[in-house]
């Protein structure tokens, strides 16, 4: 069978996948490790394996070649892009830092590895508010996600600037998917993710990041609730919590980009050791230096 013989290619080539939780059922259930974005860093960067097989969008290989660059990293699908990523180019960060050279420049792990080397640090959903609260007495620039940095601007009261990007999916949901869910299912807690606008975020039990969520959950009394994130994660959280019930606070909660990797697509990545991603070593040697800075606070 095809994940059977994933195994064994795994073990052959001395690889080790890795998969987001926002990744399919069955591709998280092969891999080694599945995370959020901070945990397959750390995993990436300490990894003694020969290949990384990265299931996840091309932002997450790029980090992980960007912290093991001596690595063949692998992503089966070279299509698997992050819409928000694609919201900010270096010549337009480039021309803010010109103009504004008071700012801080905090960037969100959601982006390519040309903004990562404009950065002075490195955030994800769940260390964000640690290290903005580090460089409290900065005055930020937070990008691109306009939706956490109004998040973090709003809970520490800091002078942040935020770049207009967004999550497509996370931008979609309104206060109206959680007064119909909370009358739908009146006992269920609502946990959010971050990139929610900030008028969501204020009406939830529980905002926090993916793997903040599953631990909330988990760790719990509670035996009901509403999911405001990538319907990805519910699967995790049915595993750890199988007495537990799940809903997803509104049916369109899916990436596409996160959901085009299949079985085949790792096995053939495997197979032919295709669909390497590589960094310029230039770029990948400043950007380094902010995703260590990320490293080093969280």
């Known amino acids: 069978m095809l994940k059977e013989e994933i195994l064994r290619l795994k073990e052959e080539k001395n690889a080790v996948i890795l998969a987001h939780f926002y990744q399919k059922p069955e591709i ?3 891999a080694d ?5 901070l945990a397959l860093s750390r995993i990436a960067a300490n990894t003694n394996k020969d290949i990384i097989v990265f299931c996840g969008v091309y932002f997450m290989a790029e980090t992980a070649k960007i912290l093991s660059p001596e690595k063949k990293v692998l992503l089966p699908k070279m299509n698997s892009l992050c819409r928000m990523a694609a919201m900010i180019k270096a010549k337009d960060l480039q021309e803010y830092k010109d103009t504004h050279p008071d700012r801080f420049i905090v960037t969100y792990v959601n982006t390519r590895a040309d903004i990562k080397a404009l950065s002075d ?6 260390n964000a508010q640690k290290i903005v609260e580090h460089y409290k007495d900065k005055k930020i620039m937070y990008v691109p996600d306009k939706n956490l ?5 709003d809970l520490t009261g800091y002078d942040i600037d935020v770049w207009p990007g967004y999550c497509y999916i996370h931008d979609m949901l309104t206060i ?3 007064k119909k869910m909370r009358e739908q299912y009146p006992k269920a807690l609502v946990l959010i993710h971050p990139e929610a606008p900030l008028e969501v975020l204020q ?9 903040q969520i599953l631990e909330y959950a988990t760790d719990s009394e509670a035996t009901e609730f509403i999911i405001g994130t990538d319907e990805g994660i519910i699967h995790a959280l049915q595993t750890k919590n199988p007495n537990k019930t799940f809903h997803l606070l509104s049916s369109g909660l899916s990436c596409v980009n996160m959901k085009r990797i299949s079985l085949e697509d790792v096995h053939q990545a495997l197979l032919h050791e295709q669909h390497e991603v590589d960094v310029d070593p230039e770029v990948a040697e400043k950007a380094r230096k902010a995703l260590d800075k990320m490293m080093e606070l969280s």
């Open 203 to 211: 009406k939830a039990d529980f905002v926090g990041s993916t793997k």
């Open 121 to 126: 640090v490195i955030v994800t959903s769940s």
């Open 28 to 30: 998280q259930d092969i």
């Open 149 to 153: 940095g109004t998040y973090l601007r």
């Open 33 to 37: 490790y599945v995370g959020d974005s």
């Open 176 to 178: 109206r998917d959680i």
